[in-house]
């Protein structure tokens, strides 16, 4: 296990190295703009069952993804409501989580075989770094056991799960007030599934 603190002269090097972990299949903690997350390639069955396994999270409870570019999202749904691209185009980047219909082929680890997949591209953060330059959508669920408090800083995270995962970027502390607010479209409107850092959400 790698644990690596952010200085303003190593950040792309460190960016660089976590995206490397990840494709090669790794585990990754970083922070994001709610909380820390952990990250693994989307579409690596080994990497999500390990996400799983360290969080000891239930398998109907999917993983949500985050992507760099909004051009990603056809890897994960080829149906977005006019109304979702709405909501992207207002509050990406952002702590806003979009449910959509899945595309055909995603794992089901990922939607909890729900038929649905939970995505947004995060706000300003280490994490908006390392998707921007991933060519893969990448997990994003929190760094904690499942129940457990999410982690707020790099310390929380080494002591939640220790040498078990590949690299901790250590990033200094997020604002942890809230997670991303999860919505889905529902009859042309957005419903709010998730209470988070966005406490309204609206299409105008």
């Known amino acids: 296990?790698?644990?690596?603190?952010?200085?303003?002269?190593?950040?792309?090097?460190?960016?660089?190295?976590?995206?490397?972990?990840?494709?090669a299949g790794g585990v990754v903690a970083f922070p994001t703009e709610t909380f820390y997350g952990l990250g693994v390639h989307f579409n690596n069955e080994d990497a999500i069952r390990r996400l799983y396994d360290l969080k000891k999270r239930p398998f109907e409870k999917a993983i949500p993804l985050i992507i760099g570019h909004l051009s990603f999202i056809r890897m994960l749904s080829q149906e977005i409501p006019e109304e979702a691209e709405r909501l992207m185009a207002k509050y990406w980047p952002g702590p806003l989580t979009i449910v959509l219909k899945a595309r055909e082929g995603l794992s089901p680890l990922l939607t909890a075989g729900t038929g649905k997949v939970a995505v947004r591209i995060p706000g300003e953060s280490i994490a908006l770094e390392i998707a921007r330059?991933?060519?893969?959508?990448v997990t994003a669920t929190s760094a904690n056991p499942s129940g457990?408090?999410?982690?707020?800083?790099?310390?929380?995270?080494?002591?939640y799960f220790g040498d078990s995962i590949d690299l901790i970027v250590d990033g200094g502390t997020t604002s942890g007030v809230a997670p991303s607010t999860i919505v889905e479209i529902v009859n042309g409107q957005p419903r709010i599934l998730r209470k988070g850092v966005i406490e309204t959400v609206s299409l105008d």
């Open 148 to 159: 457990a408090k999410p982690a707020t800083d790099a310390q929380e995270v080494l002591k």
């Open 1 to 23: 296990m790698e644990f690596i603190k952010v200085t303003r002269t190593n950040k792309d090097e460190v960016v660089r190295k976590a995206v490397e972990c990840i494709l």
């Open 133 to 137: 330059i991933t060519p893969v959508p």
